[in-house]
T-cell receptor, first 115, second 112 residues
Framework: DAGVIQSPRHEVTEMGQEVTLRCKPI?????LFWYRQTMMRGLELLIY????????DSGMPEDRFSAKMPNASFSTLKIQPSEPRDSAVYFC?????????????FGQGTRLTVV | SQQGEEDPQALSIQEGENATMNCSYK?????LQWYRQNSGRGLVHLIL?????REKHSGRLRVTLDTSKKSSSLLITASRAADTASYFC????????????FGQGTTLQVKP
């Protein structure tokens, strides 16, 4: 298995533009997480899906952020409009079960720079 | 909000020495996990300890869990330069939601 695949790896965009980050979880995994990592705030959980359904989106910073999981093999995180403070590394992770005691597998991340 | 807090924030040791990192958390958990992150890369799972376990070993790693103190420690024995990375604890809450919350991490530097 190729692991969790994220695209793009790097994204540079101008303030106000729409940004879409993509994630392909590991086949067969039921849970998918989107995290944001910055020096100041560390690793923040943005949203968590189980069986393609958003379970907890309390970490989504504001209405500019939205996430979808149309099927078990694909998820997107969209920022519209983007702002410089959105600059961060965004990670997608998946795990095998809806129950606990399972590890999460992380993608390589998307480094987003908003200028 | 972050669940775990780790200390120290940064640790620098010589190759061959042991490294100990601590993690404290606030709410009841189902399990606690430790991850490693090399610079510019994603996180990699190291070890998981369940709330009813007190100690777990994996190679040169030893993890302890004290649920009464809401704390955990990660010990890396006989460290190597290749262990240089950031280490994070993550907690899975007891509510069975699957939510995994990470601490701020400890940056470990192992000097050759």
């Amino acid at each position: 298995d190729a692991g969790v695949i994220q695209s793009p790896r790097h994204e540079v965009t101008e303030m106000g533009q729409e940004v879409t980050l993509r994630c392909k979880p590991i086949s067969g995994h039921n849970s998918l997480f989107w995290y944001r990592q910055t020096m100041m705030r560390g690793l923040e959980l943005l949203i968590y899906f189980n069986n393609n359904v958003p379970i907890d989106d309390s970490g989504m910073p504001e209405d500019r952020f939205s996430a979808k999981m149309p099927n078990a093999s694909f998820s997107t995180l969209k920022i519209q409009p983007s702002e410089p403070r959105d600059s961060a590394v965004y990670f997608c992770a998946s795990s095998p079960g809806e129950r606990l005691n399972t590890e999460a597998f992380f993608g390589q991340g998307t480094r987003l720079t908003v200028v | 909000s972050q669940q775990g807090e780790e200390d120290p924030q940064a640790l620098s040791i010589q190759e061959g020495e042991n490294a100990t990192m601590n993690c404290s958390y606030k709410t009841s958990i189902n399990n606690l996990q430790w991850y490693r992150q090399n610079s510019g890369r994603g996180l990699v799972h190291l070890i998981l300890i369940r709330s009813n376990e007190r100690e777990k070993h994996s190679g040169r790693l030893r993890v302890t869990l004290d649920t009464s103190k809401k704390s955990s420690s990660l010990l890396i024995t006989a460290s190597r330069a290749a262990d240089t990375a950031s280490y994070f604890c993550a907690t899975a809450g007891s509510g069975n939601t699957g939510k995994l919350i990470f601490g701020q991490g400890t940056t470990l530097q192992v000097k050759p």
